[in-house]
């Protein structure tokens, strides 16, 4: 596949959004998107829309024609769901569209609305990403999976709960750099440690909040130039990979088979190596999961992240920073859209546009996200060329 | 784009099948397609999944994932949703998957289970197809939406509520013939006229039922061959068009201008003219609604459409059978699963399977998959050819 050049990107403020519903949110950050382009949105030929919750919290399905009327467009509109990967899975969609050779200029959007349910009906509606019939049904939730999942973990690899609760330290941290976090404040790790107890040995600071929000990128098979800055960023690997939605039927649960296995294919599409990648947005909905993902995604070997992120590697001035955003974890994580926000975050880096959080001389990026409990994942490589 | 290779189809029966779930249905149709094409599971590179209502009927989201596993892969998988255009969505994006290079053999599942709602529940959830916070909210049901798009219509044209009915009485007839129809019996004009008034003018039998089932198709970019008969069947155009959710921001509810746009967009990318079209399955979920399709697509003038049916036009021995499925109306309308069964029923027909209600000699068969109350079209053209 030829890279996909990001022309645009936007995102509205992640966070509780009351006055504001699911296509206002999608209007928002597309438009944003749209003006980022410097395109019109005639221009555009098809619009994408990752979302997962919205038939759950108020009833609407039909999202593609939903998004296209508001935008004031009848072009083809298509909605993409899968689970907490809805995002990232409708700019794949939308990638291997733009490579068909059928549209040259696309329009993704991830969104979701989530606070208009309560907690513990949103908990509930977020296990149609689980095997429902087996796990929701029983009355897990997705902290008592990853919970599971953390004390095998910490069984196996000897990571003690201050070593999860740095990863908290470490993205909340970042996302007080970030003026579109849900949570854009520090906390101390005395604090992640002291703070309720959600499922053993989960706090509510290892987890990733109740978020409304949208993001939104335009995509094209031609090139760009903005502000005549000739700094161009494309998509150069991606993959979509499942594995079986009920955590009861993988082999090993302190990996993610998934996630391993599309990482491989998007560095082969993309021709580079993984020491080639310079940040990475990961899927940190709980703080074990960014140690998981680290690992599967082979940037540390396995029982070795933890101890990576209590020595700094993973902060913003490490040798790899993650989740620059603040991650699912403190950017906020409206399910629907936060695969496309993870794109949104490297570009912005890439292009050296992310403010007093910006990496310095990134390259090469790389965004994961998942589904379920690692039931779908998908990776996204993203390249800066300077043409200059 | 070239054109895509129909290898196998595959469907359940459609009806009621409250002794197996969503993916019981799913994995009956999928295997029956994968069967059908000759071709292993292990040789299929991605599965596009389509569906409107599992998270309103059971909670379960997800659905790449979950029909993945319970195929026993773990390759790619995607849920596709766009209301009632679901299924044929779900065709059209895997067919852009295809084109793009990126997978040679496709699995497409179209899959609904409706009956473990109650009729008002399920009729209460359809409403997602429609601009739910202004119609559905206000206590519109399809069947209302339908039927001001039939009193309009009435007023415009003359029609009648008898031509209506000969609609109905025609796909039944046609789905007489099929053993995985729903309602495979026949009724007569007096039956369909005399049925309990749902949304005035429409009856019962003006409805499409609520259905159960799934239908498949194992898509690839190479050629096929079945038991040396050298017969192959393929995607020649296929188009897909937004219009406004509601039906108040329509100029005109008497005419579907996204199907018109669509039809004018797969024709040209086929390189045929309608009149080369030998049959065509339509979105008659309302008796009206095949009427306004078929005028929609350009088969019939504006307001002839009727009395074209009720001449015999459009059954299967007339110049153009339309619905020889039994459509939506008499096969049934799983919702997700509608758009497939199009496309199954018509590769039956031209690769000349089609038992009892097989047309004679037909070479290009055309479907139309809507979505909501005209909000989304999508239209497939597919062709036979001899390679004798």
């Known amino acids: 596949m ?38 019109k949105l005639k221009d555009l030929e098809a619009i994408f829309v990752g979302n997962m919750l919205s038939a759950s919290v108020t009833g609407q399905e039909h999202l593609g024609a939903l998004v296209a009327e508001r935008l004031g467009s009848k072009i083809p509109a298509v909605r993409i769901e899968g689970a907490c990967a809805s995002g990232a899975m409708a700019v794949h969609q939308a990638c291997l569209a733009i490579a068909s050779g059928h549209y040259q200029k696309v329009l993704v959007i991830g969104v979701e609305k989530m606070t208009d349910l309560s907690t513990a009906e949103v908990n509930r509606a977020l296990m149609g990403a689980s095997a429902e019939a087996e796990e929701g049904v029983n009355g897990f939730t997705f902290a008592s999976l990853y919970a599971l999942m953390a004390r095998v973990y910490m069984e196996k690899y000897g990571l003690k709960e201050k070593d999860l609760a740095q990863v908290a330290v470490k993205n909340h941290a970042h996302a007080s750099l970030n003026p579109l976090a849900q949570f854009p404040f520090k906390v101390s790790l005395k604090q992640v440690l002291e703070s309720p107890l959600v499922a053993d040995p989960l706090k509510v600071l290892d987890c990733s909040g109740i978020t409304d929000g949208a993001a939104a990128v335009v995509l094209s098979s031609r090139p760009w130039t903005v502000d005549n800055k000739q700094i161009s960023v494309s998509i150069i690997g991606n993959s979509l990979i499942s594995d079986t939605l009920s955590l009861s039927a993988r082999g090993e649960i302190t990996e993610q088979e998934a ?8 560095l082969r599409m993309a021709g580079i190596k993984l020491k080639e990648v310079d940040l990475a947005e990961v899927h940190d909905c709980f703080t074990i999961a960014e140690i998981i993902s680290l690992e599967s995604l082979g940037f540390f070997k396995k029982g070795e992240a933890g101890k990576a992120t209590a020595r700094g590697e993973t902060s913003l001035n490490g040798r790899l920073p993650v989740n620059t955003s603040g991650g699912l974890k403190a950017c906020g994580h409206p399910v629907g859209a936060t695969g496309v926000k993870q794109i949104v975050e490297l570009a912005l880096q890439l292009r050296g546009q992310a403010g007093k959080r910006q990496v310095k001389n990134a390259r090469i990026g790389l965004a994961q996200n998942i589904g379920g409990s690692g039931s779908t994942a998908v990776i996204h490589i993203l390249e800066r060329e300077n043409h200059v």
């Open 2 to 39: 030829k890279p996909i050049k990001i022309l645009g990107t936007g995102m509205t403020k992640f966070g509780e959004h009351w006055n504001k519903s699911l296509v206002d949110l999608a209007e928002e950050a597309g438009m944003k998107a749209v003006k980022d382009s410097n395109l």
């Open 259 to 266: 996630t391993r296995k599309a990482v491989q294919e998007a």
